[in-house]
Protein backbone atom coordinates (compact mmCIF):
# COMPACT_ATOMS: atom_id res chain seq x y z
CA UNK A 1 0.00 0.00 0.00
CA UNK A 2 2.97 2.11 0.91
CA UNK A 3 4.35 1.79 -2.25
CA UNK A 4 1.10 2.58 -4.54
CA UNK A 5 0.04 -1.25 -5.21
CA UNK A 6 -3.45 -2.13 -5.56
CA UNK A 7 -3.59 -5.16 -2.51
CA UNK A 8 -6.00 -7.70 -2.61
CA UNK A 9 -5.58 -10.20 0.55
CA UNK A 10 -7.27 -12.06 3.34
CA UNK A 11 -8.37 -10.62 6.85
CA UNK A 12 -5.24 -11.46 8.34
CA UNK A 13 -3.08 -10.09 5.36
CA UNK A 14 -4.87 -6.03 7.10
CA UNK A 15 -5.10 -7.00 10.49
CA UNK A 16 -4.30 -4.48 12.78
CA UNK A 17 -4.81 -1.77 9.74
CA UNK A 18 -8.12 0.72 10.06
CA UNK A 19 -9.11 -0.32 6.34
CA UNK A 20 -12.07 -1.06 4.88
CA UNK A 21 -12.99 -4.02 1.66
CA UNK A 22 -13.05 -2.01 -1.25
CA UNK A 23 -12.11 1.17 -0.36
CA UNK A 24 -8.02 0.72 0.97
CA UNK A 25 -8.05 -3.62 -0.48
CA UNK A 26 -9.94 -6.12 -2.07
CA UNK A 27 -10.69 -8.91 0.53
CA UNK A 28 -11.33 -12.47 -0.05
CA UNK A 29 -11.35 -15.38 2.32
CA UNK A 30 -11.25 -18.44 -0.75
CA UNK A 31 -8.84 -18.42 -3.42
CA UNK A 32 -11.93 -17.82 -5.52
CA UNK A 33 -12.79 -14.55 -4.05
CA UNK A 34 -9.06 -13.55 -3.91
CA UNK A 35 -9.04 -14.19 -7.89
CA UNK A 36 -12.15 -12.31 -8.42
CA UNK A 37 -11.58 -9.28 -6.48
CA UNK A 38 -8.13 -9.25 -8.40
CA UNK A 39 -9.91 -9.67 -11.47
CA UNK A 40 -12.36 -6.83 -11.20
CA UNK A 41 -9.22 -4.40 -10.08
CA UNK A 42 -7.02 -5.28 -13.06
CA UNK A 43 -10.29 -4.37 -15.37
CA UNK A 44 -11.31 -1.36 -13.47
CA UNK A 45 -8.41 1.78 -13.51
CA UNK A 46 -10.24 4.12 -12.05
CA UNK A 47 -11.61 1.28 -8.84
CA UNK A 48 -7.84 0.63 -8.45
CA UNK A 49 -6.40 4.08 -8.94
CA UNK A 50 -9.07 5.20 -6.41
CA UNK A 51 -7.80 2.11 -4.15
CA UNK A 52 -4.19 3.13 -4.34
CA UNK A 53 -4.77 6.75 -3.09
CA UNK A 54 -7.32 5.50 -0.61
CA UNK A 55 -4.05 2.87 0.74
CA UNK A 56 -1.81 5.57 0.78
CA UNK A 57 -3.29 7.66 2.50
CA UNK A 58 -4.35 5.31 5.36
CA UNK A 59 -0.94 4.74 5.38
CA UNK A 60 0.06 8.47 5.14
CA UNK A 61 -2.30 8.80 8.37
CA UNK A 62 -1.70 5.64 10.73
CA UNK A 63 1.89 4.06 9.75
CA UNK A 64 4.07 7.23 9.33
CA UNK A 65 6.86 7.07 11.88
CA UNK A 66 5.79 10.14 13.75
CA UNK A 67 2.53 8.27 14.62
CA UNK A 68 4.34 5.16 15.50
CA UNK A 69 6.88 7.40 17.60
CA UNK A 70 3.74 9.19 19.36
CA UNK A 71 2.26 5.55 20.03
CA UNK A 72 5.42 4.25 21.51
CA UNK A 73 5.91 6.87 23.89
CA UNK A 74 2.37 6.83 24.98
CA UNK A 75 2.82 3.40 25.61
CA UNK A 76 6.20 3.73 27.67
CA UNK A 77 4.64 6.55 29.27
CA UNK A 78 2.08 4.52 30.91
CA UNK A 79 4.30 1.51 31.53
CA UNK A 80 6.29 3.96 33.25
CA UNK A 81 3.05 5.43 35.50
CA UNK A 82 1.81 1.89 36.09
CA UNK A 83 5.38 0.84 37.81
CA UNK A 84 5.58 3.73 39.64
CA UNK A 85 2.09 2.73 41.41
CA UNK A 86 3.50 -0.67 41.88
CA UNK A 87 6.72 0.71 43.39
CA UNK A 88 4.48 3.33 45.60
Excluded: F, K
Excluded at 4 to 14: D, I, L
Excluded at 44 to 63: E, G, K, M, S, T
Amino acid sequence: MALGTAVVTNTNGVEGLPTDNGVQVCLGESDEALIEQTVALLQDNQRRRNQINAARQLVQRHCNPLVTVDAMQRCYLTLERNACRQIA
